[in-house]
């Protein structure tokens, strides 16, 4: 009978509806030897006494089946080691068996980032033990907060710490328990050495040493809910290998750089046992740096309450160390490590922690190895990078080569500065302060148009790797270099914030926009047609990010302010008006944002006639709107319209072409014109990689579009590839509750279980589900 179940412990069959694992007898017996119900169960061994050659010194720690003692060996030499010895009553037939066979694994490993196994033996009564080597020393978290270690000798220890785990690996162990209680620092020759502890152990007995494992040999719940991969959380019988240990070790480098675990150990333990599986195996975790910014609000807030009730002591106790000088210099660190672990770190930690296994690194040495170029400044494999992460990290590579790029950026803010100066000191003359004050635009408007250039709608596929160089290092120079020149600053953080944008850099696009919007509320005030503009810009970016309702708000805001400062018959408003036509039909709005963009596209015609590219915008914006309501003819002809218009205006090969023909082959394949889509997402998918890069926003959607498209005619296998590459890309490019991401994975699991389903896997064609985002320009 292939089919059945026998149980764990004493191999009798199990009835059809009992879980894997022990049967009830030996479950029931398991439960009298935890609580103490057989007098087997009595711990003889006290301090003092002796175990072979080994005399008991003091207890170290305990868990459910062992004990772990401090012990003098006395012959055949003398050393202090750590002698764990199973509790009466745990010394099962099968436990005895792991034992050995666990020994003969430990035996094998010869590493010093281990402690190692000495040997093995039975006490007099005839209960197993091990004898280990003893390391005295902090868990590794604690070593590095005690002596303040900077975030590159945490990551020096980490290192170490993920060669030994490879080394556990390659003789065949998996720890399943990985976390700082686990791994311990030691001093040798003066220097610190993380030593990984009780290797394998916790897989021999099914029970580590401390308190805060869960076990229920039931459902074989085995590890420390903080640490614990989500196979490990899962029922039945567990499918770990040493891809969990990678997991575990994203955590504890989760909690090197943050001084958190991803989910806070309190919550998961009061939250229940279901529940705390469902939390490790199916919710995201922040990123490190997130973690740090969501600390760093919560600290400020703390901060500023404890200046309040401070206020009234006398000055005679300044000197005296309180909870608020504490708080204080913990916002100092973590305002300092937020940059510092954005970007590489991030990436380097959330790719340990998929909860897919197979996005993983593949071996613990693959992780130490990608920390290494990290540290060298060199590209990390964690995530897929675009050229600005390449460029960034060759200028940290090659800083004199690059000097020249850099003098270049030092020479225009110099000159925006100089300028700028000049203008203020000559406001005495009207004369001299009008040339003076035009000098100054001119230098703006050089390096801003320049900046520009960088976008794909003006580069066009060109080869922008220098100017690329200027705009990262502008815009680490910017934020310091001009702080005396605000309304200059915002000017040019506004620019480096539409150009990521365009790249598709939306969490640095956002940094910039939003420090620009409050430099020009401090310079302007909280109503000017600059103020306006930056508030349209964040709309734009926090609707490209999936947030239309927030972007609403800002539109609308950026239009009512435009109309009063400006009158209703500006291209502003115009550019307001079809922006809030977007953010609504993004909400399920239809009608409305169709109405909304009729008149944005009657304002833009008495602006500019019939054939203008912002014409062009409107029309491709109401087309949209009508595509996303049903009216698909309609849409069809405004399409064409705009395509026809646009390689009049811009040529055959631009990023506002393609997009429009992005929206055409939807249109076609909600006419059920399947093969025509799919020939027009092609062409799309082509022009955007040639003008963007394989990896942006806009790539993604094409990727997903055509798959889409092969999907209703039927070919499957062709469009799963397409479907795979655009939910990576997106889960690199988008925020992680952006619902482009989740359209993708939820069209991916369809295709799955329709594969399975259909003969052949083969799927009816015609759609069956709204389409996805589709982006407008």
Same mark, same amino acid.
């Given at each position: 009978?292939?089919?059945?179940?026998?149980?764990?412990?004493?191999?009798?069959?199990?009835?059809?509806?009992?879980?894997?694992?022990?049967?009830?007898?030996?479950?029931?017996?398991?439960?009298?030897?935890?609580?103490?119900?057989?007098?087997?169960?009595?711990?003889?061994?006290?301090? $003092?006494?002796?175990?072979?050659?080994?005399?008991?010194?003091?207890?170290?720690?305990?868990? $459910?089946?062992?004990?772990?003692?401090?012990?003098?060996?006395?012959?055949?030499?003398?050393?202090?080691?750590?002698?764990?010895?199973?509790?009466?009553?745990?010394?099962?037939?099968?436990?005895?068996?792991?034992?050995?066979?666990?020994?003969?694994?430990?035996?094998?490993?010869?590493?010093?980032?281990?402690?190692?196994?000495?040997?093995?033996?039975?006490?007099?009564?005839?209960?197993?033990?091990?004898?280990?080597?003893?390391?005295?020393?902090?868990?590794?978290?604690?070593?590095?907060?005690?002596?303040?270690?900077?975030?590159?000798?945490?990551?020096?220890?980490?290192?170490?710490?993920?060669?030994?785990?490879?080394?556990?690996?390659?003789?065949?162990?998996?720890?399943?328990?990985?976390?700082? /209680?686990?791994?311990?620092?030691?001093?040798?020759?003066?220097?610190?050495?993380?030593?990984?502890?009780?290797?394998?152990?916790?897989?021999?007995?099914?029970?580590?040493?401390?308190?805060?494992?869960?076990?229920?040999?039931?459902?074989?719940?085995?590890?420390?809910?903080?640490?614990?991969?989500?196979?490990?959380?899962?029922?039945?019988?567990?499918?770990?290998?040493?891809?969990?240990?990678?997991?575990?070790?994203?955590?504890?480098?989760?909690?090197?750089?943050?001084?958190?675990?991803?989910?806070?150990?309190?919550?998961?333990?009061?939250?229940?046992?279901?529940?705390?599986?469902?939390?490790?195996?199916?919710?995201?975790?922040?990123?490190?740096?997130?973690?740090?910014?969501?600390?760093?609000?919560?600290?400020?807030?703390? /901060?500023? !309450?404890?200046?309040?009730?401070?206020?009234?002591?006398?000055?005679?106790?300044?000197?005296?160390?309180?909870?608020?000088?504490?708080? %204080? =210099?913990?916002?100092?660190?973590?305002?300092?490590?937020?940059?510092?672990?954005?970007?590489?770190?991030?990436?380097?930690?959330?790719?340990?922690?998929?909860?897919?296994?197979?996005?993983?690194?593949?071996?613990?040495?693959?992780?130490?190895?990608?920390?290494?170029?990290?540290?060298?400044?060199?590209?990390?494999?964690?995530?897929?990078?675009?050229?600005?992460?390449?460029?960034?990290?060759?200028? =940290?590579?090659?800083?004199?080569?690059?000097?020249?790029?850099?003098?270049?950026?030092?020479?225009?803010?110099?000159?925006?500065?100089?300028?700028?100066?000049?203008?203020?000191?000559?406001?005495?003359?009207?004369?001299?302060?009008?040339?003076?004050?035009?000098?100054?635009?001119?230098?703006?408007?050089?390096?801003?148009?320049?900046?520009? $250039?960088?976008?794909?709608?003006?580069?066009?596929?060109?080869?922008?790797?220098?100017?690329?160089?200027?705009?990262?290092? !502008?815009?680490?120079?910017?934020?310091?270099?001009?702080?005396?020149?605000?309304?200059?600053?915002?000017?040019?953080?506004?620019?480096?914030?539409?150009?990521?944008?365009?790249?598709? %850099?939306?969490?640095?696009?956002?940094?910039?926009?939003?420090?620009?919007?409050?430099?020009?509320?401090?310079?302007?005030?909280?109503?000017?047609?600059?103020?306006?503009?930056?508030?349209?810009?964040?709309?734009?970016?926090?609707?490209?990010?999936?947030?239309?309702?927030?972007?609403?708000?800002?539109?609308?805001?950026?239009?009512?302010?435009?109309?009063?400062?400006?009158?209703?018959?500006?291209?502003?408003?115009?550019?307001?008006?079809?922006?809030?036509?977007?953010?609504?039909?993004?909400?399920?709005?239809?009608?409305?944002?169709?109405?909304?963009?009729?008149?944005?596209?009657?304002?833009?015609?008495? +602006?500019?006639?019939?054939?203008?590219?912002?014409?062009?915008?409107?029309?491709?914006?109401?087309?949209?709107?009508?595509?996303?309501?049903?009216?698909?003819?309609?849409?069809?002809?405004?399409?064409?319209?705009?395509?026809?218009?646009?390689?009049? +205006? +811009?040529?055959?090969?631009?990023? +506002?072409?393609a997009t429009t023909l992005g929206n055409l082959g939807t249109v076609l394949w909600w006419e059920n014109k399947f093969p025509e889509a799919?020939?027009?997402?092609?062409? !799309?998918?082509?022009?955007?990689?040639?003008?963007?890069?394989?990896?942006?926003?806009?790539?993604?959607?094409?990727?997903?579009?055509?798959?889409?498209?092969?999907?209703?005619?039927?070919?499957?296998?062709?469009?799963?590839?397409?479907?795979?590459?655009?939910?990576?890309?997106?889960?690199?490019?988008?925020?992680?509750?952006?619902?482009?991401?989740?359209?993708?994975?939820?069209?991916?699991?369809?295709?799955?279980?329709?594969?399975?389903?259909?003969?052949?896997?083969?799927?009816?064609?015609?759609?069956?589900?709204?389409?996805?985002?589709?982006?407008?320009?």
């Amino acid at each position: 009978m292939p089919n059945r179940r026998i149980c764990s412990e004493c191999g009798a069959l199990l009835p059809e509806d009992l879980p894997r694992g022990p049967c009830p007898v030996c479950a029931l017996q398991g439960a009298l030897a935890l609580s103490g119900g057989d007098s087997a169960g009595v711990v003889t061994e006290q301090p $003092g006494s002796e175990i072979g050659p080994y005399r008991l010194v003091k207890k170290l720690g305990e868990g $459910g089946y062992g004990i772990v003692y401090l012990a003098e060996q006395t012959e055949p030499l003398r050393r202090r080691v750590a002698l764990k010895v199973i509790k009466p009553g745990m010394d099962t037939r099968q436990v005895i068996a792991r034992f050995e066979a666990e020994r003969q694994a430990l035996a094998r490993m010869d590493h010093p980032g281990i402690a190692k196994v000495f040997e093995a033996g039975a006490t007099a009564a005839g209960r197993p033990y091990f004898v280990m080597e003893l390391v005295e020393g902090p868990r590794i978290t604690g070593y590095c907060v005690e002596h303040g270690l900077p975030t590159r000798a945490r990551l020096d220890l980490f290192v170490q710490v993920c060669r030994a785990v490879q080394h556990a690996h390659q003789k065949g162990i998996i720890h399943r328990d990985l976390k700082p /209680s686990n791994i311990l620092v030691a001093l040798q020759d003066g220097k610190p050495a993380p030593k990984v502890i009780d290797f394998g152990i916790a897989k021999a007995t099914q029970e580590p040493l401390t308190d805060e494992t869960l076990w229920t040999s039931y459902q074989q719940f085995l590890g420390t809910p903080a640490y614990m991969s989500p196979e490990q959380a899962g029922l039945g019988e567990m499918d770990v290998d040493t891809r969990s240990d990678i997991y575990a070790l994203g955590v504890l480098l989760y909690e090197l750089l943050t001084g958190h675990t991803p989910f806070e150990k309190k919550d998961l333990l009061q939250a229940g046992l279901e529940e705390m599986r469902r939390v490790i195996r199916e919710t995201e975790p922040p990123k490190p740096s997130t973690k740090l910014s969501q600390e760093l609000a919560s600290a400020s807030h703390k /901060s500023h !309450t404890s200046h309040t009730s401070h206020s009234a002591l006398p000055s005679s106790h300044s000197a005296l160390p309180t909870p608020h000088s504490a708080l %204080e =210099r913990r916002l100092s660190q973590v305002k300092e490590l937020i940059p510092r672990v954005r970007g590489d770190l991030d990436w380097i930690v959330m790719k340990c922690l998929e909860k897919d296994r197979g996005r993983r690194y593949e071996s613990a040495s693959g992780l130490a190895r990608d920390v290494e170029r990290h540290l060298d400044d060199e590209p990390v494999t964690a995530a897929a990078p675009g050229t600005l992460y390449l460029v960034g990290k060759f200028v =940290r590579r090659h800083r004199v080569g690059l000097a020249m790029a850099a003098a270049l950026v030092l020479l225009l803010a110099a000159g925006i500065v100089a300028s700028t100066w000049e203008a203020v000191r000559a406001t005495r003359a009207e004369a001299a302060s009008r040339t003076e004050a035009a000098k100054s635009r001119q230098v703006v408007k050089f390096l801003t148009d320049m900046l520009d $250039g960088v976008g794909p709608s003006k580069a066009l596929g060109r080869d922008t790797t220098m100017l690329r160089e200027i705009l990262d290092n !502008t815009a680490r120079r910017v934020g310091r270099e001009l702080n005396h020149q605000p309304e200059v600053q915002a000017e040019l953080l506004n620019t480096l914030g539409n150009v990521y944008m365009e790249l598709g %850099e939306y969490a640095r696009a956002d940094a910039m926009i939003r420090q620009a919007l409050a430099l020009r509320k401090s310079v302007f005030g909280k109503k000017h047609p600059r103020v306006a503009d930056s508030l349209h810009d964040l709309g734009a970016l926090l609707r490209n990010q999936g947030r239309p309702v927030e972007a609403e708000a800002l539109f609308r805001q950026a239009l009512a302010m435009r109309r009063e400062l400006l009158g209703n018959e500006r291209p502003e408003v115009a550019s307001s008006l079809d922006a809030l036509g977007v953010a609504l039909w993004g909400q399920g709005k239809f009608p409305e944002a169709e109405e909304i963009h009729r008149q944005a596209l009657a304002l833009r015609k008495r +602006l500019f006639g019939d054939e203008h590219v912002a014409v062009a915008v409107s029309l491709h914006n109401l087309a949209s709107a009508l595509l996303m309501e049903g009216k698909y003819p309609e849409a069809e002809a405004i399409f064409r319209q705009v395509i026809a218009m646009r390689k009049t +205006l +811009l040529g055959n090969e631009h990023p +506002l072409l393609a997009t429009t023909l992005g929206n055409l082959g939807t249109v076609l394949w909600w006419e059920n014109k399947f093969p025509e889509a799919e020939t027009v997402y092609r062409d !799309t998918l082509a022009m955007q990689r040639k003008l963007m890069g394989d990896v942006h926003p806009d790539v993604a959607t094409s990727l997903h579009n055509l798959a889409r498209s092969l999907q209703s005619e039927g070919r499957i296998s062709e469009a799963e590839p397409f479907y795979r590459q655009a939910l990576e890309m997106r889960k690199k490019l988008l925020p992680p509750d952006h619902p482009d991401t989740a359209s993708t994975a939820a069209a991916l699991a369809a295709l799955a279980i329709l594969r399975d389903m259909l003969p052949g896997g083969q799927q009816p064609s015609g759609p069956e589900h709204p389409a996805t985002a589709v982006p407008l320009k």
